[in-house]
C-alpha cells in the first residue's frame, strides 16, 4: 500500500502555487474585455422587474426611443414568433432563475404580461457604448 504523499498531487495541498497572472493584475497591466474600444459598437442594457408575479400592463418606449444614443428597444411584443423560448437553467432547481418559469419549464426570451420572478427581464434596450469612441 503507497503512502499518501507517494501521491503527487497530494505533495501540492497546502502549497504555494506560482500564478503567472498576478504580476500584471497587481501593478495595473491586466487587460479585460470592457477595455476593448469597437467604433460604432452598441451595448444591451435589459431592464428587469423589480416586483414578483407583477402584471403588466404596457410598456411605453417612446421616451427611451427619444434619448441621445439609443438605437431600439425590445419588448415582447417585437419578439413574438420570431425568437423560441429559452431552456430552463441547467442544475438551477424550478423555477429558481429570472429565465424560467414558474413551473420551471420553458420561458421566453422576454416577459409578456406577466413578470413572474423578481428579476424577471421585461425589456432590451441598445445603445451606443461610450466606450466605442475610446481609442
Known sequence: ???????PSARLVGQSVTR??????LTGRGRFTDDIAIAGLTCAMVLRSPHGHALIKS???S???AMEGVVGILTYDDLRGKV??????LGGGRG???????????????CWRIGRAVGRQ?????????????R
Not at 423560441?84 to 437553467?89: L, V
Not at 421585461?122 to 475610446?134: E, M, P, V, W
Open 1 to 7: 500500500m503507497s503512502k499518501l504523499n507517494d501521491v
Open 96 to 110: 429558481s432563475h429570472p429565465g424560467t418559469s414558474s413551473a420551471g419549464g420553458w420561458a421566453g426570451a422576454l
Open 59 to 61: 410598456i411605453d418606449t
Open 20 to 25: 503567472r497572472e498576478d504580476p500584471r493584475l
Open 63 to 65: 421616451a427611451a426611443l
Open 122 to 134: 421585461y425589456a432590451a434596450a441598445g445603445c451606443r457604448c461610450a466606450r466605442s469612441d475610446r
Open 84 to 89: 423560441g423560448d429559452i431552456p430552463p437553467q
